[in-house]
């Protein structure tokens, strides 16, 4: 298969999949290998981006999914949401941001770490598919561990953890946590506007 019909057959099975797809089930429906995969995942990804259209193709760990331009969100919420949907509350964030950087972790170690009950907002975040149980910790009692979904990292527009920025060593607190993660929403929201306005300035000369 060429690049470029590899490249359209990858864009018509991310499309018509509607959720992440796994790297190693995408290399053998297209009987290709993972850096050629890689090579025209990237040249799809640079195509959307310089083009400036509505759909982006995110790398998630390691699967694919297709998903809407993050500066056409709120054209895409009007149209399609009857309301918008509720904001995080400070505690959700909270809670999130613990899990996001010790995952994976139990309720108690959340309760700990914030030092009230955690279990309404960790029952919110599973709701809404933001974490997920990972198995049961080896201690009396084995209770449920906890960890983030791809829905955090689409969500909070991050292709993996490591996009998280570190944490100074000498705190755990919550409220520090809650700003890295609002600091690293931030920032990824700066890089992908100054990178729209530098296309769009290349387009221009």
Not at 91 to 112: C, G, H, K
Request: with cysteine; aromatic share 6%.
């Amino acid at each position: 298969m060429e690049l470029k019909e590899m490249e359209s057959a990858l864009e018509a099975i991310l499309f018509a999949a509607g959720e992440p797809v796994g790297v190693e089930r995408l290399c053998l429906g297209l009987e290709t290998d993972r850096p050629t995969l890689d090579a025209v995942a990237q040249r799809l990804m640079d195509r959307y981006s310089y083009e400036r259209r509505g759909v982006r193709l995110l790398r998630l760990d390691a699967s694919y999914q297709m998903c809407s331009a993050p500066e056409y969100a709120d054209y895409v919420r009007k149209t399609l949401e009857s309301r918008k949907p509720a904001r995080l509350s400070q505690p959700a964030l909270e809670v999130l941001a613990i899990i996001a950087y010790y995952q994976p972790v139990t309720r108690a170690y959340v309760d700990q770490v914030r030092g009230v009950d955690s279990s309404y907002t960790v029952g919110l975040l599973l709701e809404r598919d933001l974490i997920e149980e990972s198995g049961r910790l080896a201690v009396p009692g084995r209770p449920i561990l906890y960890r983030t979904t791809k829905t955090f990292l689409r969500s909070f527009g991050l292709s993996s953890l490591e996009d998280l920025p570190e944490l100074p060593n000498n705190t755990q607190e919550g409220d520090q946590m809650t700003l890295k993660l609002e600091e690293a929403i931030a920032k990824r929201r700066a890089e992908e506007t100054q990178s729209a306005s530098e296309q769009a300035g290349e387009e221009q000369t």
